[in-house]
């Protein structure tokens, strides 16, 4: 077993020269699927906020397999019994939400490693061990597993280099959503405060030789962020993907009626 995300950062042919990413929100294995086929380098299959359980996440992560795109798991909480059973389902790479503490990174780690390192569960029979086919897996599983913690306020901001620092965290990951609600600009993501105190943090970070993501909704704040100098990004979501482009297909479709009624045919 290997370290995909690792694996992931330290490949540097990308054809953006970075990995890009998006979210999975609509939790359907057949949309996951064709987003590993469209190209994307890694997605987020998000268990926050979409009605993803258990199962529902082995069928999204045996779609996601099947292409060369890398899924990240975002867990619904730091809860270590909700990390165990998602280990055993298959996920290889955490993403836990709102990371506020030094001891929160610290739960979140402790959760996703085996003794003596951390508290997981062992259990011999698991998708992630491969169905127990998986040499010595209880030896070699702490190494396959990366632990990424969102850093989604001012304070834990304030933070980051505590939380940086927590032997086990692989990737911090600014949330620029509900950063940008904490600091008073709800619905704002790139007010100029945000993605200042957003650079700040990935200057702090890379100090440190802490690699950082975020995920920007258009291309264009894609492109604000990579200047920024953040490591992977993401664009936007599945759904938020398709629904644009809905907008936009119905809005020319509509455009064009309203000509045509105006000409007089």
């Keep these: ?13 990308y054809p953006a020269g970075y990995p890009v990413g998006s979210w999975v929100m609509s939790a359907s ?5 064709a987003m590993g086929c469209a190209g994307f380098d ?24 099947g292409t060369p795109m890398l899924a990240i798991t975002r867990v619904p909480w730091n809860d270590p019994v909700m990390v165990k059973r998602v280990l055993d389902a298959g996920a290889q790479t955490l993403m836990f939400p709102f990371v506020q503490t030094k001891e929160e990174a610290e739960r979140a780690v402790a959760g996703s490693k085996y003794p003596p390192m951390g508290t997981r569960g062992m259990a011999a029979m698991s998708r992630g061990s491969r169905f127990g086919t998986v040499k010595d897996y209880f030896k070699v599983a702490n190494a396959a597993v990366s632990v990424i913690v969102q850093i989604e306020t001012p304070e834990a901001m304030g933070r980051v280099e505590e939380i940086a620092s927590v032997p086990g965290v692989d990737s911090l990951f600014f949330g620029p959503g509900d950063l ?40 264009e704040a894609v492109t604000i962020y990579r200047a920024a100098g953040f490591d992977y990004i993401g664009c936007a979501s599945d759904l938020g993907l398709m629904m ?20 007089g045919y």
Excluded: Y
């Design 29 to 33: 294995p057949v949309v996951a699927e």
């Design 244 to 263: 644009r482009n809905c907008t936009a297909v119905l809005s020319t479709i509509r455009a064009q009626n309203i000509v045509i009624h105006s000409q």
């Design 42 to 65: 890694w997605c987020v299959v998000d268990m926050e906020h979409t009605p993803l359980d258990q199962m529902d996440l082995v069928h999204m992560l045996q779609a996601v397999a």
């Design 180 to 219: 940008s609600g904490a600091m008073g600009h709800v619905g704002n993501l790139m007010h100029e405060d945000v993605v200042a105190l957003m650079a700040d943090g990935v200057r702090r970070c890379h100090k440190l030789g802490m690699t950082v993501g975020t995920v920007g909704g258009t291309p």
């Design 1 to 13: 077993m290997q370290n995909h995300f690792k694996a992931l950062l330290a490949k540097k042919d």
